[in-house]
């Protein structure tokens, strides 16, 4: 089983006995995200999910947050920004851009593959959490050019 899936089960436990309740919220909606997610797709109740698939789904709910933020009025952000707080404390630490420009440079020196789609197919996956796609494309794109 996914430790991350685990760890969200396990963290809601302790949030219940605490009587933490925000954070027993968070942790009960990525818990139906993921098994929303587990439901929609084919055969998704029958297999276990890997540790980069339920990370994936809590990036993209922390995306969407992040998204929603701007859109509420100011005086109800700051639920959301707490939200979106404790959410993070589930996803991998974010990569530096010399982090970035390091790995994917390193992913392009091992492959003659120079197609930019291809290429954020390869690389996107292994960086899921850990990077957003924007950041992804630009170092991408700054790679193909530095090496040709």
Do not use: C
Request: proline residues 5%; aromatic residues 4%; glycine residues 6%.
């Amino acid at each position: 089983m996914s430790q991350l899936l685990l760890k969200l089960q396990s963290d809601m436990k302790e949030f219940l006995k605490a009587g933490d309740r925000p954070r027993l919220d968070v942790v009960r909606m990525l818990l139906a995200e993921i098994k929303n997610a587990q439901v929609n797709q084919p055969g998704g109740r029958d297999r276990e999910w890997s540790d980069t698939e339920i990370t994936s789904i809590v990036a993209a709910y922390h995306k969407n947050l992040v998204k929603t933020v701007t859109e509420f009025p100011p005086d109800r952000q700051q639920k959301l920004k707490d939200e979106i707080v404790i959410v993070e404390a589930y996803l991998p630490k974010q990569m530096s851009a010399l982090e970035l420009k390091s790995f994917v440079l390193a992913e392009l020196r091992g492959t003659p593959e120079r197609n930019f789609g291809l290429l954020m197919k390869l690389i996107q996956p292994k960086l899921t959490g850990r990077a957003d796609g924007k950041s992804i494309s630009e170092a991408i794109k700054a790679g193909i050019t530095e090496l040709g």
